[in-house]
């Protein structure tokens, strides 16, 4: 009996000095507009060395992702590139409109291969972007659904190309991917923000469009209806703070708020 319980008690021991597993890390789910990724990883990645909390994003077009949280994607914090799509989570009450607020601002730009022989374009009233494609086409986000390309589709609508520019595009899930479309030569043009023209080496800037030609292009945040997660509000919280401001204009974006702090 006695040899029983010194084994017992030797057995307590052992597992009591065994090393322990550590807590789990608090992590945060963020879905973002496609545009937003190497800009919001820096300024995720700034946000989780200061509260140890760990930033996992998902990457998308603005249109995926509002449909994805409406199935009931375990989303914490909805970053969308432009008003509509927040405003679509917002009347299905996928958001908490509390916490809403517009944090960035954008530009719609004319890009080229970093080797075409277009250098500057002049965009304006009468604008022939259809006649400038030659026999290729002209890379654009779905005009139907992504911000980008809805943008897009706007503005040439309003500088009279898009009847001749409509059957020449070569529409893409998203942003990024149209502006892979012309990095690897496969478009002469394509449209997309200029935050996205300024990370790819293998594109250049050939024109901007004017500003009255589309509606300001717009980045409106909320946290999720469907979050219980306390570091959303401090994930949001952040991204009002002057380290945020810094990161975002350093790839091009506008800061649209005062920051905090």
Known sequence: MFVRLLAVLGLFGALAAAPQPAAAQQSLTVFA???????????????????????VASYEASS????????GAPADVFISADLAWMDYTSAHKLIKPDTRFNLLGNRLVLIAPKDSK??????????DIA?????????VADVKAVPAGRYAKTALTSLGAWAAAEP?????????????????NETPLGIVYATDAKIEPKVKIVGEFPDDAYPPVTYPVAETSASKNAAAAR???????????????????????????
Do not use: C, M, W
Request: cysteine-free; overall charge positive.
């Open 33 to 55: 507009a496609a545009s937003l990724k190497n800009a919001l990883d820096d300024a995720s990645a700034a946000f989780s060395k200061a509260t140890g909390v760990k930033v």
């Open 64 to 71: 995926a992702l509002a449909k994805q949280i409406e199935q």
């Open 118 to 127: 277009l250098d500057h374009v002049a965009i304006a009233k009468g604008f």
């Open 131 to 139: 006649t400038l494609a030659g026999d290729g086409r002209i890379a």
């Open 168 to 184: 020449k595009l070569a529409q893409a899930e998203n942003v990024r991917a149209t502006l892979a479309f012309v990095a690897r």
């Open 235 to 261: 994930y949001l919280a952040f991204l009002r703070t002057g380290a945020a401001k810094a990161v975002f204009e350093k790839y091009g974006f506008s800061y649209l708020i005062k920051p905090v702090s």
